[in-house]
Every structure is written in C-alpha cells, then in structure tokens.
C-alpha cells in the first residue's frame, strides 16, 4: 500500500487552568501504509476515540519524575487515548490484519503503535464497537474494579456516586442497582438527573449547582448515611460526603475532576472522618485490573444483550470535532460517554 492521508490532532501548548480548543490542533499529514521492515508494531486504522477526563492531566507541563500513564504529553505531537481500531498489519503475530483492538493510541486517522499499547481483542461484535470506547472498555473496567473490588458492595447499602451520568458514574450506579443497593448520584443539569432517574435506574439524583449547601443535601437522600461513596470528583463534594459517612464506610477514589482545572487545588477539611469513622478511602488505576477483563465481560455483556444495564454516549463525528468534544468534558457539555468517531470501518 502506498501513502495515505492521515489527519491528526497535535497539542500546542500546556494548559494552565481549562483547556481551549486552541490548545490543540488539526493536521493534515500523511502516512505509510506499510510496517517498517522488521517492525514488531502494529499499524492501526483509527475507529473510535475515547475523550476521557485524565488526558486534561497529561495536558499540564511536568518537571521531574512521571507517573506512567499519566505523563505528560509532547507538544507538537498527537495526543494519546484510549480507542477502538482496525488491524491494517501487524509484526506481533498475535494480532493480524483485520482484527478489531482496543487499547493506546494516537489522534490520528492512522496509527504505528507498539503491541504492548493492545490491551485486548475484541471478540464480541454483536454490540457497538464503541462500546469498547466507554462500557465494555477503560470506564467500565473502571467502574466495575472501583465498585467491585474496592468498594465491596453488600445488598442493601447505600451508594452515592459523583458525576453520575458520566462515563463511569452511570455504569456505578446500574451495578450498584443490580447489587439489590439503594444509589443517588449527582449530575450538573437537569437533564442530566433526568436521565439518572428515568433511564438508568437510579433511586434518586441531583443536580449539585441547585444545592447551596451539600452537606445539607446529602443527609437530605442519605438520613441513616452512606457506605460507598464513589468518587469522580473531589473538593467542596468529598468534603461533604465525609460528614455523611457510616462507620467503615468505602471510597473507591476515581477521579477528580473538580480539581483538574485549578492552580490552586481545593483544600479538604474533613478528613478527620475518615479516623472516627474508620473509613477505607483507596485510589485506584484501572490497569491494574485489567486481569478481570474476562470476568467483567462475562458478567457484563449478558446484562447488555438483555438490556438490563444501559450505556449513554454522546458522538462527535470526525478528528476535527476532538478538540470541542475533549473540551466540552470540563464544562459539563457531554451527557454519557463522550466518543469522538474517526471512521465506523
């Protein structure tokens, strides 16, 4: 094959606060459509990308040691996420042509990446491959090991999730439904607690810029207090909760995506409970669980096929729609999981 066009999405500057649109932009390269002789990469046809909060943290200017999967990005180079791809060829004979992957990779049409970036195969195709994006991907990965193995849910306890309809959230709050739990989340819109209450079966849900006082509100859905909180967004939120924890209360610890946007971050005042209380709070990176990818699907794609659990996304069609979609995720814009579509094969 010869040379194709390749659009990609490159970051211009590091971002100080919340990131614009002109903090990236689009260009119209080309590629090879052939591995390097010897290569044992694998060369990927971009189909979905994930807009994921954690990549505004790759997106700050970093001196010294780096978190692995958290490092920052290179300017003047595409940026990097999770996504679902097509083989076009591969020097790893685990992977051949026309295989459909999902793991690490570039903004770009096309993609030159290590094998290692695969996290696994997809084999199930009777759902949308976007899925592999958001549900049956790194979110609900998330939010099955954060829920799961951290928060160790019990039937008939009571579960708070923080930006419920995002992502994760949304799929915390239908496994915690399945556990037999009573679940409440919180959302930025009207709208969004709608759907929370009428289409992902959650008890109850609210719309936190309505609340003047958190506090106040969370004894208001959680009068006997809560045992897991599952946690996506920290500050004046994780503050709040701590008041209203039962005795050996959970915090799967998530994200914080209060946070990600601040100079100065937030600070937190009370801690104390987590002593008092004996609470287990626990920050978590999914990789660590991807080893229960095989469990989490059989679990999960039953409950999909026979519609008992749901998925949200919101599509932007096309590379050059990523920079707004990526954005639009710290103003609330998205609701469900947000994909930006590069081809559909």
Partial sequence: MGEVSNKQV???NYVSGFPKESDMYLVEGTITLKLPEGSNDVLLKNLYLSCDPYMRTRMNKVEGPQVEGFNAYI?????????????VESGDPNYKEGDVVWGITKWEEYSLVPSAHIVFKIDHTDVPLSYYTGILGMPGMTAYAGFFEIGSPKKGEKVFVSAASGAVGQLVGQFAKLT???VVGSAGSKEKVDLLKNKLGFDEAFNYKDEPDLNAALKRYFPEGIDIYFENVGGK??????????????????GMISQYNLTEHEGVTNLANLIYKRIRMEGFVVSDYYHLYPKF???????IREGKVVYVEDIAEGLENGPAALVGLFSGRNVGKQ???VARS
Wanted: positive net charge.
């Fill in 10 to 12: 490159f970051l211009r």
């Fill in 75 to 87: 300017l003047d180079s595409p940026l990097v996420g999770y996504g679902v791809a097509k083989v």
């Fill in 180 to 182: 037999g739990c009573y």
């Fill in 237 to 254: 939120t994780l503050d709040a909760v701590l008041l209203n924890l039962k005795i050996h209360a959970r915090i799967p610890c998530c």
């Fill in 297 to 303: 699907l059989e679990f999960l794609l039953p409950h």
């Fill in 339 to 341: 994909v930006v579509v």
